[in-house]
Structures are given as C-alpha cells and as structure tokens.
C-alpha cells in the first residue's frame, strides 16, 4: 500500500556534500539497495525472499542486499548521501532531490507508471473539474498529488490561482476528508480507494488521464553502475523474473502475489486492486518500449517545469532547464553540462535481447 509520502523536496540538497565522493570503490562485490511499501515495488522485497535477487547476483559474481526502509523519503535521503547504491523513487523525486542536490543518478528500471493510483476527489454526485473555482482543497504538498492537481486544472483551462492549496499529510487526509470543513482533496491508493468508494464522493480526474507521467523506478548511482556493470545486469535479471513470475497466473504467482499482499497490510484481493491501476511493465520489451519513447522527454519537461515554478530544483535554480537530463538515442533536455539524471534503457534492452 502506498502508505508512505511520496513527496519531492529540496531538503537533501544539503546532503550534497556528503555524496560528493563517492563512498563505494570501484569493482566492489557487495552493494545495497533500498526500497518502501507501495504496490509497485512490492517485487522486490519478494525477489529477495525468494532468492531471486540473490541467484542473479551470484551469476555475476556480486553480493547485492534489497533492503527495506520504513520511510520512503529517508530512503531517498540516505540514497543521496550515499548509503545505498540504489533506491525504489517516482521520477519525480528522483529529479527534485538527488539530481538537484548533484547527485548523478541513472533510471536503470522504469517499473510502472500511475494509471489510476492518484485521483482527485469532490464531496457530492455529478461533481466536475471546474468546481474547484475558488475552492479549497487538501492534498500532500509538493508531492506527486500537488502535480496530478496541476496536471488536472490545466486540462480544465484553470490554474492553482484559481483555488487554495491545503497542506495535509497522508497519514491525516482521510481523517480529514471526513470532516465537513474538507470537499475536495487529491490523494493515492490505498486511501484513493476508501474515500471515493464513500457515498457522494465523485473522482473527477485521476492519473490514468495522464499516463505515464507518474513513474515508479530504480534508480542507481550513476558512477557505481558504470564502475560495476554486473549490478546492473543483476538487479535487472532479477527484476523480471519476479514480475514474470506474478504474472504466470500459476500457484507459484499466487502464492508470491498472496506474500506481497501480506506484506503490504492488505490481503490478495486488495493486492490486486493495487496492481490493476499501476501499469506494471511485466516484461522488458515492455520497459523498454517506454523508456525509449520520444514521449518520455516531454513527459520529464513538464515534470521539470512544475518542480521548477513550486522551488524543487534547489535554491538558485534559474530555470525549468537548471538539472540536465538524458534520454534514449542521445537526447538531452535541460542543461548539457549538468547532466544528472539519466534513463538509461541499456540494461532492459539485454533483459528484452535475451542477453543477460
């Protein structure tokens, strides 16, 4: 379940300093990834449950630990300043905190995207869009809801001037959208779900209007990856036997699927509701044909845009274009000489080739 805030910030610029030189060696043979309960990356904590992680890590002479961390942007932290070779991120938080805070970091697997996790949400039947006019509305500022709002009033031709943002946490939005001072509020599954499935409650935008804009990914450091080779193959290998695994439809799925259920505080049937609004890309031609769209730089221009107008780019940021980022055929947007945040689909392209 997406318990946990997944939320951009700019307070892990500071640990810049820390990441500046690199803690891990190269042509090491023990690395560290780290991950947090969402639907999305659930595979991993079972991957290494099940050894797979462990089996792909041994064919390439490597330890790798999958590490599971309570706080979703701590782990993103603690990535950023160098405790971990790789972290579970939306693309989101993967520019606005490690690549604007210098670290070099590489999407190695864009495992999902939103298609339905995030909605918006106004008390009442037949509601529309263009009642939020002047509205209030409460929602985890800065996060992946605060861009699905904005993504939703531009296609409503409004603006966030157009209504106020309230600032509410996730573990407080339900507490609140229970309240009759609360109408509307923006927010993710598994709370998503709950509240709309209240009576007099219209969703009136949700991510699937905007798909693949909301990324789930692994994502590495950079230089360890170019350094150590077999970590990605590793992690990559291992990635999509697990997802091809729960997508067998075979009792060993369901018994992984059941696990991950578990794991997660929900049973199978709830799992599964999970997973059918994350677009899970089951197999690696699937990954790649996404990560080598020539839509993937747009979808990131816009991400870089709205990080950049609500301050998410780092203090003195002089535009959306202030953190490079580089895509698929050589394609670079953003600033060519502060490239800092790579989709790389070199990985996925051997998974889909047969070739790890």
Request: charged fraction near 15%.
């Amino acid at each position: 379940m997406r318990k946990l805030v997944r939320f951009f910030g700019i307070a892990a610029v500071s640990l810049v300093t820390l990441a500046s030189t690199p803690s891990f060696a190269a042509g090491r043979t023990d690395f560290k990834v780290c991950w947090t309960i969402y639907a999305g990356w659930m595979p991993w904590g079972e991957a290494k449950t099940q050894g797979i992680v462990s089996k792909w890590a041994k064919k390439y002479g490597i330890n790798v630990d999958v590490v599971q961390l309570n706080d979703y942007v701590e782990s993103i932290n603690q990535y950023t300043a160098g405790k971990f070779d790789g972290c579970a991120m939306t693309n989101m938080d993967a520019l606005t905190i490690p690549a604007s805070g210098g670290v070099d970091s590489t999407a190695l697997i864009v495992s999902d995207y939103s298609n339905g996790n995030d909605g918006v949400l106004i008390k009442g039947k037949g509601r529309k869009l263009t009642d939020l006019k002047g509205q209030q509305i409460n929602l985890v500022q800065f996060s992946v809801s605060h861009y699905l709002l904005a993504r939703a009033l531009e296609s409503a031709h409004m603006t966030e001037r157009d209504l106020k943002v309230v600032n509410t946490s996730d573990a407080d939005i339900s507490a609140a959208f229970a309240t009759p001072e609360v109408q509307q509020a923006v927010t993710w599954n598994p709370m998503l779900a709950d509240l709309k499935a209240q009576p007099n409650v219209t969703e009136v935008f949700d991510s699937s209007k905007i798909p693949g804009e909301i990324m789930d990914m692994m994502v590495v450091n950079t230089k360890t990856l170019q350094e150590n080779p077999a970590l990605g193959k590793a992690l990559t290998g291992a990635w999509f036997e697990m997802v091809a695994l729960m997508h067998a439809n075979s009792p060993g799925s369901t018994a992984a699927l059941t696990a991950m259920a578990k794991s997660s505080g929900t049973d199978l049937a709830g799992f599964k509701g999970q997973l059918s609004t994350t677009a899970l890309f089951y197999t690696p031609q699937a990954a790649l044909d996404f990560v080598s769209s020539p839509n993937l730089p747009v979808i990131m221009t816009r991400v870089a845009r709205f990080s950049f107008d609500h301050g998410l780019l780092g203090q003195g940021a002089p535009s959306a274009d202030a953190v490079g980022m580089a895509f698929d055929k050589g394609v670079v947007i953003g600033s060519k000489s502060n490239v800092k945040l790579r989709f790389d689909p070199s990985y996925v392209a051997m998974a889909a080739a047969g070739k790890l």
